[in-house]
T-cell receptor, first 114, second 112 residues
Framework: SQTIHQWPATLVQPVGSPLSLECTVE??????LYWYRQAAGRGLQLLFYSVGIGQISSEVPQNLSASRPQDRQFILSSKKLLLSDSGFYLC?????????????FGDGTRLSIL | AQSVTQPDIHITVSEGASLELRCNYSYGATPYLFWYVQSPGQGLQLLLKYFSGDTLVQGIKGFEAEFKRSQSSFNLRKPSVHWSDAAEYFC??????????FGSGTRLQVQP
């Protein structure tokens, strides 16, 4: 069966520091991969999605970037964190073939910026 | 543009009572709809999905949802709520743009 892993689970970082959050998927190949952010008391906002290695689409302009160095690895990064980057970050995957497939989420990373 | 509205930010029900969480969508074509549940500090778990066919969809944990095209709604229901159902529930719409449009969520509290 397919599984998705995110780490770290929690992270506390100072303003201006770099960021790297990692997400990996097992048990499937060529998945679509997504990064969402969930601010406190709000819904989910799609940040990036990827349909293949090296293919990244950005949904909103921001201080963050994403990379997909391997088929089942998706990384969220920042060179300099801002206070507004605090939130709960969720990685998700869906089957690469077929449309309108449900997305399956990891357990999330809670990022606090000091 | 597509959108999903969950009118109830917070709902409290007694254990054993029935539950209905509302979801309304706006989309010009056939919608593909999902309900997810999120426990505190956790990721989202898929409860059920509607793609086509039978408008009453059964999901996990005893949940069901009914798609009503005339009302642009996809309400989630459960006949008898358990304390473990306390969580936040999200309705989501897939328009084929490779991204889900989520509602803002409904937080469910269950009273003993």
């Amino acid at each position: 069966s397919q599984t998705i892993h995110q780490w770290p689970a929690t992270l506390v970082q100072p303003v201006g520091s770099p960021l790297s959050l990692e997400c990996t998927v097992e048990g499937t190949s060529n998945p679509n991969l997504y990064w969402y952010r969930q601010a406190a008391g709000r819904g989910l906002q799609l940040l990036f999605y990827s349909v293949g290695i090296g293919q990244i689409s950005s949904e909103v302009p921001q201080n963050l970037s994403a990379s997909r160095p391997q088929d089942r690895q998706f990384i969220l990064s920042s060179k300099k964190l801002l206070l507004s980057d605090s939130g709960f970050y969720l990685c998700a995957w869906s089957p690469g073939q077929g449309s309108n497939q449900p997305q399956h989420f990891g357990d999330g990373t809670r990022l606090s910026i000091l | 543009a597509q959108s999903v509205t969950q009118p109830d930010i917070h709902i409290t029900v007694s254990e054993g009572a029935s539950l209905e969480l509302r979801c309304n969508y706006s989309y010009g074509a056939t919608p593909y709809l999902f309900w997810y549940v999120q426990s505190p500090g956790q990721g989202l778990q898929l409860l059920l999905k509607y793609f086509s066919g039978d408008t009453l969809v059964q999901g996990i944990k005893g949940f069901e949802a009914e798609f009503k095209r005339s009302q642009s709604s996809f309400n989630l229901r459960k006949p008898s709520v358990h304390w473990s159902d306390a969580a936040e529930y999200f309705c989501a719409l897939d328009t084929g743009r490779r991204a889900l449009t989520f509602g803002s969520g409904t937080r469910l509290q269950v009273q003993p």
